[in-house]
């Protein structure tokens, strides 16, 4: 006996393998009209998340503008094209953040919609719409206050630094070195906030958000496409049955999209590879422990069974997995 519980409602009744994933859904997790909340007792279970969602994610978005980033040394090497790592020419972003939540906007609402209209299901539509929101500010966050505390300078620093190298004999931070310099002794940008956002290229920002909902998108389809294949045998224990390959190239969709964004922001000099991985792994676990903590296994073995909050009747009728 397990000590996991699940707190929405799920059917002890035994099947046999249904001729469609689809089917499968509805008849292994149908929701009952009395779980669907009223928008009253909806706003009462998200009087409080909602509004901190929302004022989370304005303030990490405020904070960024507002806080300066380090000083930091910058060897001679770097800044004469010596080590172009720094050096590249200032191009486009190569997927403008607008552009990424347009694309994470009309991605996730298809699907979920889709899944909707199928499911009948208030509390996995809600799951799945505030599940996102939350992956995504949560890893925001988390990356927001790396890129204050520790940041980084963008490949395209110089060219919004506006380089100019102290002559000789001038007074600078860390003299009478001439082998390298202070970002505050160094630049002279024509435009502040592209300098101060040229600071903070550690961690990728875009990859975190692409990471966070397409990683948790990839699990909610495994959860409900899985369902076809984990039909319940028993009261305890569902049925193993290998997927076929089309399975795993929908599952792996989402994956391609966020490592498409991540490679669009590297073609076009905005960020580091070390920088895009440290966001994509920022990202993928705020997806995954989002998503873990909105849906689980239910009794009958059936994946992807939406968890209910406490104040809808969630955990007041929790029973063990076997």
Request: glycine content about 8%.
């Amino acid at each position: 006996m397990s000590d996991s519980f699940v707190s929405a409602p799920s059917t002890e009744s035994q099947f046999e393998r249904p001729p469609h994933w689809l089917p499968a859904l509805k008849q292994t997790w149908p929701e009952p009209a009395q779980h669907r909340p009223s928008i009253l007792r909806w706003l009462r279970c998200y009087a409080f998340n909602i509004p901190l969602l929302v004022a989370t994610g304005l303030l990490g978005i405020q904070l960024r503008r507002i806080v300066n980033p380090r000083d930091r040394p910058v060897p001679r090497s770097y800044i004469d094209g010596s080590i172009p790592t720094l050096s590249y020419p200032l191009y486009p972003e190569g997927v403008p953040m607008w552009a990424e939540a347009l694309f994470i906007v009309l991605t996730t609402g298809f699907v979920y919609g889709i899944m909707a209209l199928f499911m009948r299901s208030f509390w996995d539509l809600n799951n799945a719409i505030i599940g996102t929101l939350t992956a995504v500010v949560v890893g925001g966050i988390f990356q927001l206050n790396v890129k204050w505390l520790i940041g980084g300078l963008r490949p395209n620093f110089l060219s919004i630094c506006n380089p100019a190298i102290p002559p000789p004999g001038a007074s600078h931070k860390l003299a009478p070195r001439t082998d390298m310099y202070m970002v505050s002794d160094l630049c002279h940008p024509t435009n502040q906030d592209m300098y101060v956002d040229a600071q903070q290229s550690f961690p990728s920002g875009h990859t975190t958000t692409a990471f966070a909902s397409m990683l948790f998108l990839s699990m909610y389809l495994h959860g409900k496409l899985g369902s076809r294949w984990a039909t319940p045998a028993g009261p305890s224990r569902p049925a193993a049955a290998q997927p076929p390959f089309w399975y795993w190239v929908v599952l792996s969709v989402p994956l391609l999209a966020a490592c498409l964004i991540a490679g669009a922001m590297w073609i076009s000099q905005w960020h580091h590879w070390w920088e895009l991985l440290a966001g994509g792994v920022i990202g993928a676990l705020a997806g995954y422990m989002v998503y873990r903590g909105m849906y689980q296994r239910g009794i009958d073995g059936v994946r992807g069974v939406p968890i209910v909050p406490r104040a809808a009747g969630g955990g007041k009728a929790a029973r063990p997995v076997d």
